[in-house]
């Protein structure tokens, strides 16, 4: 999803925000109108539009009616879009239209409250804006330069902007970032003591117990271990020799004064190509992905389906191979209601199977298709599910 496509849809959310505050909102809606501001400036921006143009609609007094068609005469035709009555447009003293100015007033100011926080956030640079979710918790937060991360349950970050770049530290678990381009100012993330910089692209990072994945779904990023500091040449556009066709060369300058110089081309690099020493740069492109250890070591660059090594972020569990055990953890990553294995060798089975991420039901009802289990439903302690004897 491009900037574009992000500008369209929070229009279409702020519109559908205005029409749900014309009627009485509960507490509830007005918090989540609240985090709803508070996710994006883009979300405030577009809310203050429809306002502003709301409020020019009202000062035309004619606006209701228009003329249906051409004519010389265009009184004689109109198409009245209000009731006789006016309803939309209660009188000054009618107690509608107190109710309509109190609500009015109540979204604006609630507005211009985020605003000012938003402006206050930014200003502690040094601070950076922490996004952070808990267990059971999916973010997905549009930052001010049109980037969009997609933040998973147990995910924390940190975003820092400045004039010539935009960095973030992902603290513990994973996120993808849709990187709104902007060569004038690249995009770090910072993992571990490992760096990724896109200038604008489609790439998740997660920080596991004792490594690093980077995993790109779309465009072109680099990769540097704590072993190497990060100094990326803008890129520069050059026509090869006998071709129309211009290349796009990123050039990444190792620590070490006798390390190799790496310039990563535009067709898919190496291994060999890419790699400085034993903790060296790595170029990835779509759908490839590297794991770097925790002493800057790294298991090469894997080929893989990015859709699917991402379907996290869309809600998806995809599971081949992996243990029951492995799985209950994840669901319980994504939902308040736990799951318990009780049985050791039930969770030592191998499954395979796509779920949706916030349905453990699904998954229960899964595993009573494969196995002989017995499954108790309590609503303080979750779900458990024990395996009868019979089957062992």
């Given amino acids: 999803m491009d900037a574009s496509d992000r500008r369209r849809r929070a229009a279409e959310e702020a519109a559908e925000w205005w029409v749900r505050l014309q ?51 265009p009184e004689a035709k109109v198409v009245s879009l209000t009731p006789e009555d006016n309803s939309l447009t209660p009188p000054a003293n009618h107690p509608k239209h107190t109710t309509y100015r109190s609500l009015l007033v109540w979204a604006v100011a609630a507005s211009l409250v985020i605003i000012v926080g938003l402006s206050a956030l930014f200003a502690l640079s040094a601070r950076g804006q922490i996004i952070e979710t808990q267990r059971g918790e999916r973010r997905e937060v549009a930052l001010s330069d049109g980037s969009v991360v997609q933040v998973d349950p147990e995910t924390r970050l940190t975003v820092n902007y400045e004039s010539q770049s935009r960095r973030v530290t992902l603290e513990r678990g994973r996120a993808l970032f849709h990187v709104a381009k902007n060569p004038e100012r690249p995009f770090f993330v910072r993992a ?3 760096t990724v910089r896109a200038v604008g692209t489609a790439f998740a990072v997660e920080q596991a117990s004792n490594s690093v994945v980077v995993t790109v779904a779309e465009g072109k990023v680099a990769v540097l271990t704590a072993h190497q500091s990060l100094r990326v040449d803008q890129p520069e556009t050059v026509a090869p020799s006998g071709t129309a066709s211009p290349k796009t060369l990123i050039t990444v300058h190792a620590a070490s004064t006798s390390a190799p110089q790496v310039t990563g081309r535009a067709s898919r690099p190496t291994v060999a190509e890419t790699s400085i ?45 992996d243990s029951v055990e492995h799985a209950v953890h994840e669901f319980n990553r994504y939902n308040r209601i736990q ?8 969770a030592r089975r191998p499954i395979s199977g796509v779920f949706s ?36």
């Fill in 23 to 73: 009627e009485h909102v509960s507490s509830a809606e007005r918090e989540q109108y609240v985090d709803w501001l508070r996710e994006s400036p883009v979300h405030v921006a577009e809310m203050l539009r429809i306002v502003q143009v709301h409020g020019a609609l009202a000062q035309f007094e004619r606006w209701t009616k228009l003329p249906a068609e051409a004519s010389n005469e």
């Fill in 192 to 194: 571990d003591g490992t």
């Fill in 277 to 321: 020493g034993a903790a060296g740069e790595i170029l990835l492109t779509a759908n490839e992905q590297v794991t770097v250890g925790g002493s800057g070591t790294t298991e090469g660059v894997r080929e893989v389906d990015s859709r699917r090594e991402l379907a996290w972020a869309d809600g998806r569990l995809i599971f081949e191979n």
């Fill in 339 to 346: 799951l318990t294995v009780t049985d050791t060798a039930l």
């Fill in 357 to 392: 991420a916030s349905d453990p039901d699904s998954f229960v009802a899964f595993l009573q298709t494969v196995a002989a289990v017995r499954v108790t439903r309590d609503a303080a302690a979750g779900i458990t599910i024990h395996e009868l004897e019979s089957s062992h």
